[in-house]
């Protein structure tokens, strides 16, 4: 057989978009080679090791049927077609019986490929959420953005500016100083922001990192600021403090486009650095220093999803926002910009969600729910255990590991175990897979047709290698259950048929997008900033914000129209060192999860041999002057505890990591992991109860816990 190897730029062979070659022997992957430059060195983000070949023995080869008891994984093989009926049957039963609204689908991860968000969109904020039970009859779609992403993308930034996360971006090229919070570019999805900083600094731009954890990004590239996790609001509230007090906003700004600014000058009255430093852990010289450094033209913001998980994570995002805003770094150059629009020639499936029963979730978090026409997913376990507000009795799982993501896993097994009808679509064999009463392959993306979105830019996806045995796409397999259920003409039936769908209004760009490696930039007009000056913010083209004010709101309108107070509010970490004086003398280590590694991408990938060399254990970090009176050593077997149980990791000791925090993995408690993996789902040890009360999100990252040697 010949060796071919096939070039691409950004993405359109790598699903990362980290662009790589790919090398071919005959119809198998062989391995990938990283472009040179790629930020990663060896591992692609997406997890596919320069050595290991692609084809797992666990992919799942067949559609199956659930033989044994819900939780047992016993199975047996069937076809496409009897799939699908028992499929269709299983679901018309439970519309029969509950009412169409008794139908829920939740997406997760797996469910970002474009042509899903596309066709199956629901035209609201949530982009990965699914319309495919709207012509059924049911509202009830959901996401992984009930616990993810959703925070920082919509809800902060939409209630103070009127737009969502991503029609803003870092004006890197441009900055004097960059500010990374909240993030660490070096192992985002794909890593471009890493190179851009790096190539920033290498030009003289100073960088600064806020997080608890001394990243890779902090290690290779600036001044690292140390903060107690949760804390960031009260952070920027003391920066804000510092500059209303020596008046070095942009006054101009704040006269002509911001509303409630004397409401906020009184109430970062509350937050002079004295006592932030008490809050975070960051002296308060320091906060003064930030504050003026920050507050210099040029300074670009990247923010990302790491503020969300505390009690305040709304607010805590807001008030980063405000501050950068008043600091005159708002849609500057240098600063944080707002991207210019440009017409797409690929169109989106509007189905429109039905009328009567609102949504899961809508009574509790109903702002959450407007901005993205989903239910929250939160919610689901009181709809299944208790009927409340209604109940939920079938449930179509894309794409995502439920059990290993939320919190209170216990409490999801007996949910799922509950269902009268679980589909599952993915790659491997899921924990919810296991209760499935039918479980669809599906394809990873490099074997499929499809196209991919980028800002200003789309690229075409071409099919590198054969499915896997009989697995199928994502789209196709709910393309076919569509049809089974009677209204595939919702959905196109093939990937020829679905780009055909999609440039409809733009045959043309769509050949020409096939015809070339590198993908096609779409016509944009010329950079303007201080867009709200002439109108390029708002849809009607009027000068202003996309708010009910027309002005950036510090006091939001839209917040306080749920229920939510106004102002950038902080809220101390319900459970932890200042709000739970008790609980603190028993469990005295803030506990913060969620990091990406590198090796991985939350529960993904932890079944790939290769990967696992990287990290085969699930580790904590911890600091030397918390692991020394604790006998711990570097490698020990640990067991970390908090109020709610407690599960097995490996001590990683280092200075990286804040004194008095300890950071755990996530993504344990797979069923193809490794025994250590399996053991250490870390979501044994959080609170499904305990959340921002505007976005519905769980605490992840403000927890109280123990560390004791195994």
């Not at 992991?673 to 399996?678: A, D, F, L």
Request: some cysteine; hydrophobic content about 35%; overall charge neutral.
């Amino acid at each position: 057989m010949v060796e071919k190897t096939i070039k691409k730029g950004l993405c359109g062979i790598c699903p990362s978009g980290c662009g790589v070659e790919i090398s071919m022997k005959g119809e198998r992957l062989h391995r990938i080679k990283p472009m040179e430059g790629h930020p990663l060195g060896i591992v692609c983000r997406r997890g596919i090791h320069a050595e290991e070949i692609i084809y797992s023995p666990d992919r799942l080869p067949s559609p199956m049927k659930r033989i044994g008891n819900r939780g047992e994984g016993k199975f047996e093989k069937i076809s496409w077609e009897e799939a699908f009926e028992r499929s269709a049957n299983l679901i018309k039963k439970v519309i029969e019986k509950s009412g169409p609204e008794a139908m829920a689908i939740y997406s997760g991860r797996g469910g970002f490929e474009e042509s899903l968000i596309d066709i199956f969109t629901v035209g609201g904020h949530d982009h990965i959420c699914l319309n495919f039970l709207f012509p059924l009859g049911s509202p009830n779609t959901f996401s992984c953005s009930s616990l993810c992403n959703n925070a920082h993308r919509v809800i902060a930034p939409v209630s103070t500016f009127g737009v969502s996360y991503d029609r803003l971006f870092p004006d890197f090229e441009k900055s004097d100083q960059i500010v990374v919070w909240g993030s660490n570019p070096a192992t985002d999805s794909p890593p471009i922001h890493l190179k851009k900083i790096l190539e920033a600094k290498a030009r003289g731009t100073k960088v600064v990192v806020i997080d608890p954890l001394k990243t890779y990004t902090a290690e290779k590239s600036g001044e690292w600021i140390g903060l107690r996790p949760g804390t960031d609001g009260a952070l920027a509230l003391g920066m804000a403090h510092v500059m209303m007090e020596k008046g070095f906003y942009d006054e101009a700004f704040a006269n002509d486009w911001i509303h409630g600014l004397e409401e906020f000058k009184d109430y970062v009255k509350g937050f002079p650095p004295e006592v932030v430093e008490k809050i975070t852990w960051v002296k308060a010289e320091k906060i003064r220093k930030l504050a003026e450094d920050i507050a210099k033209p040029k300074t670009s913001l990247l923010l990302h999803t790491g503020l969300e998980y505390t009690n305040s994570g709304v607010q805590n995002i807001r008030a980063i926002l405000i501050f950068w805003a008043l600091a005159g770094n708002l849609d500057r150059p240098g600063g944080l910009v707002f991207r210019m629009s440009h017409r797409s020639p690929a169109r989106r499936n509007r189905i429109e969600p039905p009328r009567g029963k609102p949504a899961i979730g809508s009574d509790r978090h109903r702002l959450y729910c407007v901005l993205n026409r989903s239910g929250h997913f939160m919610e689901v376990p009181r709809a299944i255990l208790k009927g409340e507000p209604y109940p939920v009795r079938g449930l179509i799982v894309l794409g995502g590991s439920i059990i290993t993501a939320f919190p209170n896993p216990e409490e999801w097994r007996r949910s799922i175990e509950a269902l009268d009808c679980l589909l599952v679509i993915d790659r491997f064999l899921t924990n919810e897979a296991l209760y499935a009463d039918i479980v669809f392959p599906a394809t990873t993306m490099f074997e499929i047709t499809s196209y991919k979105r980028y800002p200003g830019h789309l690229s075409f996806r071409e099919r590198v290698v054969p499915p896997v045995g009989e697995a199928r796409n994502d789209y196709l397999i709910l393309a076919g259950l569509a049809k089974a259920l009677g209204y595939g003409d919702h959905y196109p039936q093939s990937e020829e048929a679905m780009l055909e769908f999609v440039f409809q209004e733009s045959p043309e760009f769509l050949e020409k997008m096939k015809s070339t490696s590198e993908g096609l930039s779409l016509p944009s007009p010329p950079m303007f900033y201080e867009k709200y000056k002439t109108g390029l913010l708002r849809k009607d083209g009027h000068p202003g914000f996309e708010t009910p004010s027309k002005k950036f709101e510090i006091a939001s309108n839209l917040l306080k129209k749920y229920g939510h107070d106004p102002l950038p509010i902080y809220q101390e970490p319900s459970e932890g060192p200042i709000g739970s004086p008790d609980l603190v003398k028993e469990f005295p280590l803030v506990l913060t999860t969620g990091t990406r590694l590198q090796s991985a991408f939350r529960s993904q990938h932890l079944n790939i041999p290769g990967l696992l060399k990287l990290q085969d254990k699930p580790n904590i970090l911890i600091h030397p002057e918390d692991a020394d009176p604790r006998g711990i050593q570097n490698g020990d077997k640990v067991w970390v505890k908090t109020k709610r149980g407690k599960v097995p990791f490996y001590a990683k000791v280092t200075r990286r990591i804040m004194k008095g925090v300890i950071e755990a993995n996530m993504g344990g408690g797979g069923p193809l992991q490794p025994q250590s993996w399996r053991e250490a789902n870390v979501n044994e040890l959080t609170d499904s109860e305990n959340r921002d009360s505007i976005s519905g999100f769980p605490v992840f990252k403000a927890l109280l816990c123990e560390v004791e040697k195994g």
